[in-house]
Nanobody, 126 residues
Framework: QVQLVESGGGLVQAGGSLRISCVASGRTFRPYTMGWFRQAPGKEREFVSA????????DFADSVKGRFTISRDNAKNMVILQMNSLNAEDTAVYHC???????????????????WGQGTQVTVSS
């Protein structure tokens, strides 16, 4: 019903920046919360950031707070994660997630999100 497609991943040097995006298609005419999670080999899925429908409420993992920003363009059904001051620990597959039930809320729990994208690889070289 809702499809999420990430883009913008790639290779970047440590200290650099990268912008990844997620576009939702399908049933997107209702408010929804969107978030980013990442998973590196041998590690559990990790919450990165989330943003509510209005954009006024956001949340960031401690590991990325101050370095990453999240924004959304509801007209384009898009969420953007701007990643700055990247380091090797940021290397992971980044997954976009969305949920139509939370709306004004944000969550760090993967189980709270109904829809997931296939992921985009972000690799940070030292």
């Amino acid at each position: 019903q809702v499809q999420l497609v990430e883009s913008g991943g790639g290779l970047v040097q440590a200290g650099g920046s990268l912008r990844i995006s997620c576009v939702a298609s399908g049933r997107t005419f209702r408010p929804y919360t969107m978030g980013w999670f990442r998973q590196a080999p041998g590690k559990e899925r990790e919450f990165v950031s989330a943003i509510a429908w209005s954009g006024g409420r956001t949340d960031f993992a401690d590991s990325v707070k101050g370095r990453f920003t999240i924004s959304r363009d509801n007209a384009k059904n898009m969420v953007i994660l701007q990643m700055n001051s990247l380091n090797a620990e940021d290397t992971a597959v980044y997954h976009c997630a969305a949920d139509e039930q939370m709306k004004a809320f944000v969550s760090r729990e993967p189980s709270q999100y109904e829809y997931w994208g296939q992921g985009t690889q972000v690799t940070v070289s030292s």
